[in-house]
């Protein structure tokens, strides 16, 4: 008799379901037959990377064959320098991802509570799982977090928050004031992590950069990425932000060479390429001014978004629009599964790519 893996998987783990990564334009022309297709599914920078990361990953090429520091050494004190920390401050990440399921893993044992909004960003949800612990999913208002019923949800067992800010699916922030107000309300002994994954596309003058607060909230970790507007989704780095002693502990159970050195040596090229930093956020904006105006023109309700990303509510199941949108070559996500049936995700493309994508929704609806 075999023994079925299942019954000897640990509790968390027996319940996940893993996390569902957009269609990729390969899948999609192998399954469809088509060649060409667009894809605005996983709020990629359509620029890719710039052209600093390029030059970084090319020289490093021959260097392969060693192991890549395992300290970061290098990406850390440019990170330091560029954000007034030091680099005992700082976790690297495969992926900010990687920070998200080092602070569970470090953090939240089974009988704790961990607090997100309702459409956060999925992947709170599953480190929430993978550790066993209880997820306390506190409803959106106007489909921004609830800070006052989130501060009401907060009791004895809550180990950690998580804030996306700007959130993805949704694409709306927290301002300022309700930011901060919701941290001097929360106990020093819960984790709040804001995850900034979007950082560099938000330009509203109330939009906190929560970096230079970690002196004023110990138990503060900030999460950014080189996955969106730096273009290096494909290499997986990301990094968290806290004050040493959080750091320390996340160091602790982070593998010893989770970041490869490709990843690395873009990603410090990455800091100092302003011009491709601005170049992508310039045609962030003009994208999505394209997109909704063509939504308002089409009568599809939107919610307005400050990343790279909008979603659109279709009038009827996404998952339905999403699948003839395929047949057409055009991948974008539905977000049923972050309780919003009848919304599309559309990441912000370049110009003709929101085109193909707006002609094939018009002839669709
Ligand atoms: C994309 C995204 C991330 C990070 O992804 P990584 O590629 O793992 O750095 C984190 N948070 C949110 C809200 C995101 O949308």
Not at 194 to 221: C, H, K, M, Q, S
């Amino acid at each position: 008799m075999v023994v079925d893996p299942l019954s000897l998987a640990v509790p968390g783990v027996r319940g996940l379901r893993p996390y569902e990564p957009g269609k990729s334009i390969e899948e999609l022309e192998r399954e469809y037959g088509i060649s060409n297709a667009v894809k605005l599914a996983s709020n990629e920078n359509p620029l890719g990377p710039g052209p600093k990361a390029l030059a970084a990953i090319r020289h490093w090429l021959p260097e392969l064959g060693r192991y890549p520091d395992g300290n970061g050494f290098a990406l850390k004190g440019a990170l330091a320098d560029k954000f007034a920390v030091v680099p005992e401050q700082l976790t690297l990440g495969n992926g900010s991802n990687e920070v998200l399921a080092l602070i569970a893993r470090a953090f939240v044992l089974p009988e704790n509570e961990v607090v997100f909004s309702e459409h956060a960003f999925a992947v709170y949800a599953l480190v929430t799982q993978a550790v066993g612990a209880t997820a306390r999913v506190i409803p959106t208002r106007d489909w921004r977090h609830d800070f006052e019923a989130m501060t009401r949800a907060i009791n004895p067992r809550t180990r950690v928050v998580f804030i996306a800010n700007p959130n993805n699916p949704t694409g709306t922030w927290a301002a300022r004031q309700e930011l901060e107000e919701f941290l001097q309300a929360t106990p020093t002994d819960v984790l709040v992590v804001v995850d900034e994954a979007y950082f560099e596309y938000v330009d509203e003058r109330d939009y906190p950069n929560t970096i230079p607060w970690l002196g004023r909230f110990p138990n503060l970790v900030v999460t950014r990425t080189f996955s969106k507007v730096h273009g290096l989704a494909g290499l997986r780095v990301g990094f968290g932000v806290s004050r040493p002693e959080i750091a320390d502990l996340l160091n602790r159970v982070r593998e010893p060479f989770n970041v490869n050195s490709l990843a690395l040596t873009a990603a410090q090229a990455a800091l100092s390429d302003d011009a491709h930093v601005s170049q992508s956020v310039a045609m962030n904006r003009a994208g999505m001014v394209q997109l909704s105006q063509a939504f308002s023109d089409m009568g599809l309700a939107y919610i307005p978004s400050v990343g790279n990303f909008i979603s659109v509510d279709v009038g009827r199941p996404g998952a339905e629009v999403y699948g003839q949108l395929l047949r057409e070559g055009a991948i974008v996500r539905p977000i049923a599964n972050y309780g919003m049936p009848n919304h599309l995700r559309v990441t912000v493309g370049l110009t003709e790519e929101n085109q193909r994508f707006l002609d094939t929704l018009r002839k669709i609806l």
